[in-house]
T-cell receptor
């Protein structure tokens, strides 16, 4: 089975940089994704790491190390609108395209 | 814009009274999913369709059923809602190709209240 652990809450101030970690125990997966979800809203896709290393998309970057069973989402130049929940997720090899979500991290950005 | 639409956005039902939630998509994606999300928790997959093939998660209660009459529409039926079924229900879609299938597109969700 799959198990992905994240810190429950992270706080930061506007303009800062924050890293949200995701550690996992899996029996195999295709890649690591990150989703953002604002309160009352739908999860929206942020990034995907199929291979080890860093993927950069604007202010957001995501990293994967399969040897360390670890990934992270890096948010730079934080803005108030970045306050949301962030979920890592893996595409399970044992289930076709099934996404298994991490426990989720609530990010609170203050002025 | 291509999108995933869910109706209604808010649904109130009585304990034990059947309820149906609907989802439609204009993305022409092969795969459609239903998730249940409770407060401060991650989305939990209930089942998914790959084209017309239905795939139920092992721990999804029998109380939850689904129908996909065509590519665009998918329904979630809760036969006898209990208080524990109050949650946000999310519909999502994805392509089936290995290279592009990693991204799921979520609808805005239906918040179900059971009284």
């Amino acid at each position: 089975g799959q198990s992905l652990e994240q810190p429950s809450e992270v706080t930061a101030v506007e303009g800062a940089i924050v890293q949200i970690n995701c550690t996992y125990q899996t029996s195999g997966f295709y890649g690591l994704s990150w989703y953002q979800q604002h309160d009352g809203g739908a999860p929206t896709f942020l990034s995907y790491n199929a291979l080890d290393g860093l993927e950069e998309t604007g202010r957001f970057s995501s990293f994967l190390s399969r040897s360390d069973s670890y990934g992270y989402l890096l948010l730079q130049e934080l803005q108030m609108k970045d306050s949301a929940s962030y979920f890592c997720a893996v595409r399970d090899k044992t289930g076709f395209q099934k996404l298994v979500f991490g426990t989720g991290t609530r990010l609170l950005v203050s002025p | 814009d291509a999108m995933v639409i869910q109706n209604p956005r808010y649904q109130v039902t009585q304990f034990g009274k059947p309820v149906t939630l609907s989802c439609s998509q204009t993305l022409n994606h092969n795969v459609m999913y239903w998730y249940q999300q409770k407060s401060s928790q991650a989305p939990k997959l209930l089942f998914h369709y790959y084209d017309k093939d239905f795939n139920n998660e092992a721990d999804t209660p029998d109380n939850f059923q689904s129908r996909r009459p065509n590519t665009s529409f998918c329904f979630l039926d809760i036969r006898s809602p209990g208080l524990g079924d109050a949650a946000m229900y999310l519909c999502a879609t994805s392509r089936d190709t290995a290279g592009e299938g990693y991204e799921q597109y979520f609808g805005p969700g239906t918040r179900l209240t059971v009284t």
